[in-house]
């Protein structure tokens, strides 16, 4: 299973509190949703468990200072995830929002009222280097 990160490269664009994303992660997966917390400074500290009835498991991590959400899953749970996470953001971040890969090999710009179905077939390869 891949894992997909959205996070902005302009400090304080992407901010999420626990609070905000668990909350939002409820409305969203209503009934289907657990989370799990750590005070492990190296693990993420709430991890939502995803389990919709017919499609398989996947997790939702918000990161530590809440500048980035990560998640694994199939191709459609991670790009509904990205749309969905850029849906709790302003219309103006104040900056790029980003879908990428941990190594940054790939990305999907995410503008304001992206879907899932924008995003899946939408990567831009780029060799290893980040986007500018």
């Known amino acids: 299973m891949a894992e997909l990160i959205v996070w902005s490269p302009v400090e304080g664009v992407v901010h999420l509190t ?3 994303f668990r909350a ?3 409305r969203k ?3 289907a949703v ?3 917390t750590s005070e492990d400074p190296q693990m993420p500290p709430v991890t939502a468990d995803v389990e919709v009835p017919g499609q398989r498991s996947f997790q939702v991590f918000l990161l530590r200072g809440g500048d980035a959400v990560v998640t694994d899953g199939s191709e459609e749970q991670m790009a509904e995830v990205a749309a969905w996470v850029r849906s709790l953001l302003p219309e103006e971040p104040g900056g790029r929002i980003w879908f990428t890969d941990p190594g940054c090999t790939g990305h999907y710009d995410l503008p304001h009222g992206v879907t899932p ?3 899946i077939g939408s990567w831009v ?3 290893g280097e980040a986007p500018t």
Do not use: I, N, P
Request: aromatic fraction near 12%; hydrophobic fraction near 35%.
């Open 18 to 20: 626990d609070a905000d």
């Open 24 to 26: 939002a992660a409820e």
């Open 29 to 31: 997966w209503t009934g």
């Open 34 to 36: 657990t989370f799990r």
């Open 117 to 119: 179905q924008d995003v």
């Open 125 to 127: 390869e780029h060799g």
